[in-house]
Nanobody
Framework: QVQLVESGGGLVQAGGSLRLSCEAS????????MGWFRQAPGKEREIVAA????????YYADSVKGRFTISRDNANHTMYLQMNSLKPEDTAVYYC?????????????????WGQGTQVTVSS
């Protein structure tokens, strides 16, 4: 079992920045893929970015490329999402998730563990 706890959400003006954190605990997840997803009201949950923990391979959704950066801290078992140049359309609940896979997958249904989510609101 893996437990995931997100933090760092909040309210920010367009063009601003936020940094989300996801602390993982429980069984080893060194072979997992860790991802950030978001879900806006009335929309499906979508992948934002993902990282293969062991190799550091990274995937970004096109909508966030060049603005968001995913990273990991092995020593502290923590994943981060640095979000810059935020736009109102980035407003959503952001979730971190873990997938017991060796490849990065974008379908949220295949992810095995989820955090509780953190709200990000970007005002115009």
């Amino acid at each position: 079992q893996v437990q995931l706890v997100e933090s760092g959400g909040g309210l920010v003006q367009a063009g601003g920045s936020l940094r989300l954190s996801c602390e993982a605990s429980g069984r080893t997840f060194i072979s997992y893929v860790m991802g950030w997803f978001r879900q806006a009201p009335g929309k499906e949950r979508e992948i934002v970015a993902a990282i293969r923990w062991s190799s550091g391979y990274i995937y970004y959704a096109d909508s966030v490329k060049g603005r968001f950066t995913i990273s990991r801290d092995n020593a502290n078992h923590t994943m981060y999402l640095q979000m810059n140049s935020l736009k109102p359309e980035d407003t959503a609940v952001y979730y971190c998730a873990a997938d017991r896979s060796i490849v990065v997958r974008s379908n949220p249904r295949v992810y095995d563990y989820w955090g509780q989510g953190t709200q990000v609101t970007v005002s115009s």
